[in-house]
């Protein structure tokens, strides 16, 4: 019994240390209910953000690497590669975005080139 008490103290403050540390180092946190502020984007990223929302959103996790319709993007260009295996630059990403891929929807005709460009400088930041 006895015993049984010290673990369960040990596992409490075993837990507390995990959670300080969770918190300390930002892990945790969900960027997705940020607001741009809070994210620290620039006018640019957060119109970005806006046009990720409409347009991209539907399809594709920005703070996730789990796949929804498409992949999920976090990280993007922090990675080498895309997932189709072609390098992670912005001429391949630009390239999707406009023309589309497999199942992608072409969205070049609904972006102007301003939009395309604030959406990218977004995708920087993933
Ligand atoms: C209707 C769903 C849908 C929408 C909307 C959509 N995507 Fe995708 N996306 C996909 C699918 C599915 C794939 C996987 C394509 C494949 O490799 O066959 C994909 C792949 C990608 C990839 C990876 C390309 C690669 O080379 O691996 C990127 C980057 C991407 N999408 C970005 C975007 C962005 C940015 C938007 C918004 C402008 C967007 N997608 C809108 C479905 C969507």
Redesign the pocket.
């Known amino acids: 019994m006895k015993k049984g008490r010290i673990s369960c103290k040990r596992a409490a403050l075993l837990l507390l240390a995990a959670s300080l540390l969770a918190f300390a180092t930002g892990c945790g946190r969900d960027p997705s209910k940020e607001t741009d502020a809070q994210l620290g984007l620039n006018a640019q990223q957060s119109a970005g953000r806006q046009?990720?929302q409409e347009?991209?959103?539907?399809?594709?996790y920005a703070y996730s690497s789990s796949g929804l319709?498409?992949?999920g993007?976090k990280k993007?260009f922090r990675k080498k590669f895309?997932?189709?295996?072609?390098p992670a630059n912005d001429r391949?990403?630009e390239q999707?975005?406009v023309s589309g891929?497999?199942?992608?929807?072409a969205?070049g005709d609904a972006?102007s080139q301003q939009r395309l460009d604030d959406?990218m400088s977004y995708?920087h930041t993933l």
């Open positions: 046009i990720f347009r991209c959103a539907a399809c594709h319709k498409g992949p993007l993007l895309l997932p189709s295996g072609l391949f990403v999707t975005v891929r497999g199942m992608m929807p969205q972006l959406l995708l």
